[in-house]
Structures are given as structure tokens and as C-alpha cells.
């Protein structure tokens, strides 16, 4: 038999997918406009949304981030042997994509303070054959996107964001997504907006928007075909199946509208931690998340930086006794299977090395209530560290915004 719930043994989950309210509505809507393929009405909705909001030139819903890294990795024309510079600390994806489709990853270690790729490290590795460098905005933080973008022009390489974590947060007052050629999005039930699978390409070089429409439709001008330009649609060029089925897009609509909604109570879950652990964690020497002055994050996850990976493990173990379930992540590429069949090795990222084993993320989904926060919190408060090392902690800034 299936279990119904993956994790009965926890009163309290990491994630539980929310819904907003109008999700089944607009999903009837969609069976009843008599259209459930990709590109159907909802689709259109979700794309002039978010181009709209984010001021991007196009925005593509696809399957997954997954698959919208793709469409960026084959957009790149990538041949054998371009590199791109990716960072360790991150999701499989990130890397993977780049390397189904011809590229050699080139990890790049990440900042103590955000756990942001560290740009002071491109140069060293930007070689003849680097094509991409692909910032990840941890927790929806921004990167320092003034300096890679800088650094990245110099060079002629194109940024590709990968901001599964970041939709609506700002790097300097501007979205993050709109810094890169393209940038990618995630709707996996993970994640602050939610379709169950799903994800989105945001283009900002135009010069790459036709080509991404037809590498989308399996190597076809469909799309033009759509809007009239061509009175047949045929096979122009490489591509494959990339476009979600409208009913997904119909649930997605309700959640992108419900945005404020979301993110208001994100924002109050992120803070009742902030607010309720900030003492405890500077006496104990635990390391709350930094979010520097010139970014807005979009409340996507609240995480504590343990002295020690023993720690970091008795913590985990204790508050599942309590039955509240945190997890880790991530481990880092470098040093896993495939990661060293491109020479990684220990030592490479000293920071991602540390980091990954000092992280713990707490339940953070938008309908976890105040009562359950102050079990974790009292639960939290209750744990004893196992190791007796006291690292000096770099105490985090909140900015006015956020206090
Ligand atoms: C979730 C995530 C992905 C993958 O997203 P999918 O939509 O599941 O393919 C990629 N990168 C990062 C940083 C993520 O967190």
C-alpha cells in the first residue's frame, strides 16, 4: 500500500504545498474552455504576468527550472569543452543542465555571509572556453550582480540566474531575473509559488526570444504559426517538449495573483523566527541568515548555520523527537559522484565544504501557523550543542525594511 503521507511521523512538516483558493476554479475554467495543452489561456495569462511585474521581455512557462535551464543551455549553442562557471553549493539542476547539453561545469565557491556564488573568484576562473556563469540567488538573496555582470561583459560571457528561490525579491531595487540573458524559475511544490512541477524562462536580450519560442515547441515555429506570421507551422530547428499543460498553468495563475497574499505571510513566518531566535542563536553561536542592505528577499526559506556538523546532526535528530521535521542541504557538486568525474576534490570550495555541514533549514511553508513556530522555537531552546567550539559569529545586519 502507499502511504498516503510521506511524513506521518512528524507533527510539524518542513513543507506542505498551500493553496490560495481559486486554483480548482481556474483548472474547471481550463477543462471547460476545452484546452488543456500547453499555450492555452491561463498560460498566456501567467507569461503577461510576469512580464509585466518583472518588466522582463518574455517570460516562457515550462516544466520545471530543471527544463528552463535547459532551454538556456541549448539557446547557448554550447560546443564540447565550453565551460560554465556554476556554483557547488546548489541543486543538482543548476550544473546538470549545462552538462546534458555539452558543457564542462567550473564550481565556484560560495560567500560566508549570503552562501551567494563569490564573485571575487570569477577572474581566476574564467577561461577561453567559459560561455556562462550561472548565479544562484541562495534563499532568494540577491548575488553581488553588480560585480558578476561587470565582470561578465568584460569577458563576453552571458549570466543565466538561476532564481528558483528569488521570484520577487531585488538585488539594488530591481527583480532579481532581470539581470541575466535569461533567468530561470521554479514552481516545484518547494518553492514560495507552486503548480506541483513546473517552472518559467525569463528573457531579457530579445536577440534570443524567437529561438527560445522554437526550441520550446519541439523544434518548431508553432508560436509564429499562433499569432498569424506564418501560414504553416514546420520543423526549423532543434528542440523539444518544454511547455507545461494549461490545467498546471491555471493552478500557477491563482497562486502568481495571490502573490502579495503569499508573500505576506512568508514575510511574517520569516520573521517570528527571525524575531524569536535571534538572542538564543548570538548567545549560542549559531548563525542566523544575513540579508544585506541593497537586497529585498522574498522570504523563501529560514535557515541556522550550527557550530559544528555534530551539531548541526544532534539538532536535526532532537526536533525530529520533538516530531518537527528539518532538513539539510546542499551537498556539495563537487565533491559527488559526477562532480569528481570533473576533477573535483576536497579542498576545492572550502566554504561550500563548511557550510553544507552546518546548515539546517526549519519548517517554512505559508500556512505554518504561530502555534506550531513556537513549538520549533521552544523546541530549539531546549537543545543543547554537542561540540564545546564557539565560533566567533558574524552577527547579521537586518535592514531597516525588515526590522
Ligand atoms: C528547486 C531548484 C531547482 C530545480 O527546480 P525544478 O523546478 O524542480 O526543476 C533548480 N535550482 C535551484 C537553486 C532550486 O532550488
Given at each position: 500500500?502507499?502511504?498516503?503521507?510521506?511524513?506521518d511521523?512528524?507533527?510539524?512538516?518542513?513543507?506542505?504545498?498551500?493553496?490560495?483558493?481559486?486554483?480548482?476554479?481556474?483548472?474547471?475554467?481550463?477543462?471547460?474552455?476545452?484546452?488543456?495543452?500547453?499555450?492555452?489561456?491561463?498560460?498566456?495569462?501567467?507569461?503577461?504576468?510576469?512580464?509585466?511585474?518583472?518588466?522582463?521581455?518574455?517570460?516562457?512557462?515550462?516544466?520545471?527550472?530543471?527544463?528552463?535551464?535547459?532551454?538556456?543551455?541549448?539557446?547557448?549553442?554550447?560546443?564540447?569543452?565550453?565551460?560554465?562557471?556554476?556554483?557547488?553549493?546548489?541543486?543538482?539542476?543548476?550544473?546538470?543542465?549545462?552538462?546534458?547539453?555539452?558543457?564542462?561545469?567550473?564550481?565556484?565557491?560560495?560567500?560566508?555571509?549570503?552562501?551567494?556564488?563569490?564573485?571575487?573568484?570569477?577572474?581566476?576562473?574564467?577561461?577561453?572556453?567559459?560561455?556562462?556563469?550561472?548565479?544562484?540567488?541562495?534563499?532568494?538573496?540577491?548575488?553581488?550582480?553588480?560585480?558578476?555582470?561587470?565582470?561578465?561583459?568584460?569577458?563576453?560571457?552571458?549570466?543565466v540566474?538561476?532564481?528558483?528561490?528569488?521570484?520577487?525579491?531585488?538585488?539594488?531595487?530591481?527583480?532579481?531575473?532581470?539581470?541575466?540573458?535569461?533567468?530561470?524559475?521554479s514552481?516545484?511544490e518547494?518553492?514560495?509559488?507552486?503548480?506541483?512541477?513546473?517552472?518559467?524562462?525569463?528573457?531579457?536580450?530579445?536577440?534570443?526570444?524567437?529561438?527560445a519560442?522554437?526550441?520550446r515547441?519541439?523544434?518548431?515555429?508553432?508560436?509564429?504559426?499562433?499569432?498569424?506570421?506564418?501560414d504553416?507551422?514546420?520543423?526549423?530547428?532543434?528542440?523539444?517538449?518544454?511547455?507545461p499543460?494549461?490545467?498546471?498553468?491555471?493552478?500557477?495563475?491563482?497562486?502568481?495573483?495571490?502573490?502579495?497574499?503569499?508573500?505576506?505571510?512568508?514575510?511574517?513566518?520569516?520573521?517570528?523566527?527571525?524575531?524569536?531566535?535571534?538572542?538564543?542563536?548570538?548567545?549560542?553561536?549559531?548563525?542566523?541568515?544575513?540579508?544585506?542592505?541593497?537586497?529585498?528577499?522574498?522570504?523563501?526559506?529560514?535557515?541556522?548555520?550550527?557550530?559544528?556538523?555534530?551539531?548541526?546532526?544532534a539538532?536535526?535528530?532532537?526536533?525530529?523527537?520533538?516530531?518537527?521535521?528539518?532538513?539539510?542541504?546542499?551537498?556539495?557538486?563537487?565533491?559527488?559522484e559526477?562532480g569528481?568525474?570533473?576533477?573535483?576534490?576536497?579542498?576545492?570550495?572550502?566554504?561550500?565544504?563548511?557550510?553544507?555541514?552546518?546548515?539546517?533549514?526549519?519548517?517554512?511553508?505559508?500556512d505554518?501557523?504561530?502555534?506550531?513556530?513556537?513549538?520549533?522555537v521552544?523546541?530549539?531552546?531546549?537543545?543543547?550543542?554537542?561540540?564545546?567550539k564557539?565560533?566567533?559569529?558574524?552577527?547579521?545586519?537586518?535592514?531597516?525594511?525588515?526590522?
Amino acid at each position: 500500500m502507499v502511504a498516503l503521507n510521506r511524513f506521518d511521523d512528524y507533527q510539524i512538516h518542513f513543507n506542505r504545498p498551500c493553496l490560495v483558493g481559486k486554483e480548482l476554479h481556474y483548472i474547471a475554467q481550463a477543462i471547460h474552455f476545452g484546452y488543456s495543452a500547453g499555450d492555452g489561456v491561463f498560460t498566456r495569462r501567467c507569461h503577461a504576468l510576469l512580464e509585466q511585474e518583472l518588466g522582463v521581455t518574455k517570460a516562457l512557462l515550462t516544466t520545471s527550472c530543471t527544463d528552463a535551464l535547459e532551454m538556456a543551455a541549448l539557446l547557448l549553442q554550447l560546443q564540447p569543452g565550453d565551460e560554465v562557471i556554476v556554483p557547488s553549493f546548489t541543486f543538482v539542476s543548476t550544473a546538470n543542465a549545462f552538462v546534458l547539453h555539452g558543457a564542462h561545469p567550473v564550481f565556484i565557491d560560495i560567500r560566508p555571509d549570503t552562501l551567494n556564488l563569490d564573485e571575487t573568484q570569477l577572474e581566476r576562473l574564467i577561461s577561453q572556453r567559459t560561455r556562462a556563469i550561472v548565479p544562484v540567488h541562495y534563499a532568494g538573496v540577491g548575488c553581488e550582480m553588480d560585480a558578476i555582470c561587470a565582470i561578465a561583459a568584460s569577458h563576453g560571457v552571458v549570466v543565466v540566474e538561476d532564481n528558483a528561490h528569488g521570484l520577487f525579491g531585488k538585488y539594488r531595487n530591481r527583480y532579481l531575473g532581470t539581470f541575466g540573458a535569461f533567468a530561470t524559475q521554479s514552481f516545484h511544490e518547494t518553492k514560495n509559488f507552486i503548480c506541483g512541477e513546473g517552472g518559467a524562462l525569463l528573457i531579457n536580450d530579445p536577440a534570443y526570444s524567437e529561438r527560445a519560442e522554437i526550441i520550446r515547441e519541439k523544434g518548431t515555429n508553432r508560436s509564429r504559426f499562433y499569432r498569424g506570421q506564418v501560414d504553416k507551422y514546420t520543423w526549423v530547428d532543434i528542440g523539444s517538449s518544454f511547455l507545461p499543460s494549461d490545467l498546471l498553468a491555471a493552478f500557477l495563475f491563482a497562486q502568481l495573483e495571490a502573490r502579495t497574499e503569499i508573500q505576506t505571510k512568508r514575510k511574517r513566518i520569516w520573521e517570528y523566527y527571525w524575531n524569536h531566535l535571534i538572542d538564543w542563536a548570538s548567545v549560542l553561536g549559531i548563525r542566523l541568515p544575513i540579508i544585506p542592505e541593497h537586497c529585498e528577499q522574498p522570504y523563501h526559506m529560514f535557515y541556522l548555520l550550527l557550530p559544528t556538523l555534530d551539531d548541526r546532526q544532534a539538532l536535526i535528530a532532537h526536533l525530529k523527537s520533538c516530531g518537527i521535521l528539518s532538513v539539510f542541504h546542499y551537498l556539495p557538486l563537487h565533491l559527488s559522484e559526477m562532480g569528481r568525474r570533473f576533477g573535483g576534490k576536497e579542498g576545492d570550495c572550502p566554504v561550500t565544504e563548511e557550510m553544507s555541514d552546518r546548515l539546517l533549514r526549519l519548517p517554512f511553508y505559508n500556512d505554518l501557523t504561530e502555534a506550531d513556530q513556537s513549538r520549533v522555537v521552544s523546541a530549539l531552546k531546549e537543545f543543547k550543542l554537542v561540540s564545546t567550539k564557539m565560533i566567533p559569529v558574524q552577527m547579521p545586519v537586518l535592514s531597516q525594511s525588515e526590522a
